[in-house]
């Protein structure tokens, strides 16, 4: 899917809703633990000594936050980043910490059940 054209949603409301049971607390629980993924892991993949297959694991576990919550684009960014360390141990980075920013923002504009 090219990301410009058709952007994924920030964040799905509807996914987390389904995740989380209606849960409101529960939502509020998983999101503060995304965005805590986000801090920590993003600078760790960023990291260029850092083995490349370590680093695809960490996109690949960010991937699995992103879906579990429903960020779209920091799974499909996560996805990318993965794959290309996995292929020849490169990747661009920016679409990920762009896709991270914008859900981070939202969700501390809108506060993170919203």
Request: charged share 30%; net charge negative.
């Amino acid at each position: 899917m090219d990301l410009e054209k058709h952007p994924a949603p920030l964040l799905d409301h509807a996914h987390l809703e389904a995740q989380t049971f209606g849960d409101a607390d529960l939502a509020r629980e998983v999101l503060s633990l995304f965005e805590d993924q986000c801090r920590r892991l993003l600078p760790t993949l960023a990291e260029e000594e850092r083995p490349a297959e370590d680093r695809a694991d960490l996109a690949h576990t960010l991937k699995g936050a992103a879906l579990g919550v429903g960020a779209m684009r920091v799974a499909e960014a996560s996805a990318t980043v993965e794959a290309g360390l996995r292929a020849d141990g490169r990747a661009d980075l920016e679409a990920l910490r762009s896709a991270a920013a914008q859900t981070l923002e939202a969700l501390g504009a809108s506060g993170p059940a919203a």
